[in-house]
Structures are given as C-alpha cells and as structure tokens.
C-alpha cells in the first residue's frame, strides 16, 4: 500500500523538481498568452529574481532552410526595438531550445563571433572574461542535442548567469556589459538571423533566407 503511494507521488515530484518555465500544460491552449514556436512552447511569463517577466517575442533560427534552434526573450516592459532591449535596468532572459543536435563547443565560438560581429568594441572588449566563461560552459558540454536548452539570465547587482536543462553553470559573470552583448548576436545590426531578430522583437518574422552561422 505505501509503495503504491510513492508511485502515485511520483509524477508530481517530478513536475514541482521541472524549472518554473517548463511547469506548464501539455495544450498550450491551456495557458493564456502562451506561444508554439517549431513545436516548441513559451509561457507568456517567467520568474527571475523575483521578478515578473513577460514574453517579448518568440522565433526560430534557421540556417538555410535547417531550423537549429527556437529563442524566446523575456522582458519587464515590452521592447520593439534594440536600443531599448539594451536599456532594460532589470532582470531579463533569454532562453533557448534546441531543434536538432549540434556540438556545443562550436556552438560557443559562433557566438563569441556573434559578439564580436555586433556589440560595440568597448562593451565586447569588458566583455572577454564573460565570453570566456561561456565558451568554456559549451566546450564542457560538449554537444547539445534536439530538445535540451539553455536559459542566459541578467539580474542587476548579480550578473548573468547561464542555466543549462535549469541548472546554473558555475558563478554568475558579474561584468554588466556582457549580457547586452550576448543578446547583440541576435539583435545587433548582423544578427545571426533576420526573422529571429524580428520575432524577438515581437514584430512579424521575415520568410528565412537563412541566416549566418551562430
């Protein structure tokens, strides 16, 4: 009898272990205001720090016609633009699901090439140890597969910190400039995607024309 119990506990133990992001129906129906995106969902908001984060925008990265992963940036306040994602004085995420398998390591040097595509030589230049930090988070992962993710979470005062399957990766990078710079990969004026740029925006996504390699 008790260990038909612990059975029937089982599932909701489960469910109450899952990050707040993933604790949500499997209709995505159910939930208000929530987004499917390459079959993937994004609840309408998210905690972070306490706070109440809402979904700016949701895409899918493409390369050529591949689709490689979905992202989805969460907000205080609605942003239509760059410049006032970047202007954000609270906390944000951006969180990333993987479509197929790719090797993590590689994944990480696209990025940092991402960044320094983008962010302003300034800003990336105080943002090397950061982008250190998380190549070396990828390298040790080694590889992503089809439908792990990674969250990248700004709190003022903290720092950002990276999040992989929900689970912190080390101490936070304290640097203020790295998070606006990481997020320049996908909003900068070379994003790695101009429909994704456009969806995070909230804004209507152009058809893929394939985008750069991050």
């Known amino acids: 009898m008790q260990r038909r119990y612990l059975l029937a506990l089982a599932p909701a133990a489960a469910l109450a272990a899952l990050p707040s992001w993933a604790q949500t129906p499997a209709n995505p129906a159910a939930v208000p205001g929530s987004v499917e995106v390459s079959g993937v969902r994004y609840a309408p908001t998210v905690q972070v720090a306490g706070s109440t984060l809402q979904l700016n925008g949701?895409?899918?990265?493409?390369?050529?016609?591949?689709?490689?992963?979905?992202?989805?940036?969460?907000?205080?306040?609605?942003?239509?633009?760059?410049?006032?994602?970047?202007?954000?004085?609270?906390?944000?995420?951006?969180?990333?699901?993987?479509?197929?398998?790719?090797?993590?390591?590689?994944?990480?040097?696209?990025?940092?090439?991402?960044?320094?595509?983008?962010?302003?030589?300034?800003?990336?230049?105080?943002?090397?140890?950061?982008?250190?930090?998380?190549?070396?988070?990828?390298?040790?992962?080694?590889?992503?597969?089809?439908?792990?993710?990674?969250?990248?979470?700004?709190?003022?005062?903290?720092?950002t910190s990276v999040l992989v399957n929900g689970k912190a990766q080390g101490e936070p990078v304290r640097e203020p400039e790295f998070f606006n710079a990481l997020l320049s990969i996908w909003l900068g004026a070379n994003p790695a995607d101009d429909g994704l740029k456009s969806a995070l925006l909230g804004q209507a996504a152009p058809a893929p024309r394939g985008g750069r390699n991050r």
């Open 58 to 159: 949701a895409g899918t990265r493409y390369k050529f016609v591949v689709r490689v992963y979905t992202a989805g940036l969460y907000l205080g306040a609605k942003a239509a633009t760059p410049e006032a994602v970047y202007a954000g004085t609270g906390p944000r995420r951006i969180h990333v699901v993987m479509l197929r398998d790719i090797d993590a390591n590689e994944l990480g040097k696209l990025f940092t090439r991402g960044m320094q595509d983008n962010a302003p030589k300034d800003a990336f230049s105080k943002s090397i140890s950061g982008t250190l930090r998380m190549a070396d988070i990828f390298s040790a992962k080694k590889r992503l597969l089809a439908g792990e993710n990674f969250s990248v979470d700004y709190v003022p005062g903290v720092g």
